[in-house]
């Protein structure tokens, strides 16, 4: 196990270094999506001012207010908290994500399936886990919300948000097949199997 300190955007070398239960902080942009986001820009044929090649997105729609334009709130805006959603919903944005736009790093809770595994090693990206519950920690790791895009669908608005030292984030999914999920799966099936025949009971 490895921790890597990455400036977003990033390289497809520096993916492949990647090694699930490896660790990585971010430093740089970060953009936030949601379903909505994703369905627009995918389903509905919008498009995006931004150039997301190379960086990370993390699956969040952040609770924020609007205040004053100043050097502090570029955007207008104020992060209050900046929590991270479930991933699964979104799990046919990857491919396209990654394709599309050059994305290659994903942040969110609970992990993804088979196709976004297989984008991964097609595309060479990762998937970092981020612990559920720990909304009031990612928001202080936000300096500020740089930039807003598709707006009109506030808050699964496109943010870019200005970070430093986000994390430490678990790799769970990496861009050479591994996937810590199906690991902690086979694992826990194998102990339940176990547990059962110390029972007397026919797995």
């Known amino acids: 196990m490895a921790h890597y300190r990455l400036q977003c955007p990033i390289t497809e070398g520096q993916v492949s270094e990647l090694r699930i239960n490896d660790t990585v902080t971010l430093d740089g942009s970060l953009f936030g999506i949601r379903d909505a986001t994703l369905i627009h820009l995918f389903d509905r044929g919008r498009r995006t001012r931004f150039d997301l090649s190379g960086h990370a997105v993390i699956h969040t729609a952040p609770n924020v207010h609007k205040v ?7 955007a207008g805006y104020a992060p209050v908290c900046v929590g991270t959603t479930t991933s699964a919903r979104m799990e046919r944005f990857t491919a396209p994500l990654m394709r599309d736009y050059g994305v290659r790093l994903i942040l969110g809770k609970g992990g993804l399936m088979a196709d976004s595994a297989a984008a991964f090693i097609a595309f060479g990206g990762a998937y970092l886990a981020v612990v559920g519950g720990a909304a009031a920690l990612e ?35 990496d861009s050479h097949g591994g996937n810590l999920y199906l690991e902690v799966e086979a694992q826990a099936n194998a102990r339940r199997a176990a547990a059962l025949v110390t029972l007397g009971v026919m797995p």
Not at 68 to 74: A, I, M, S, V
Not at 155 to 172: H, I, N, Q, T
């Open 139 to 173: 928001t202080t790791w936000i300096e500020a919300i740089e930039d807003v895009d598709l707006d009109d669908l506030n808050p699964e608005s496109l943010w870019r948000f200005k970070v430093s030292g986000f994390g430490p984030l678990l790799v769970a999914m």
């Open 68 to 74: 004053p334009l100043t050097p502090e709130h570029p």
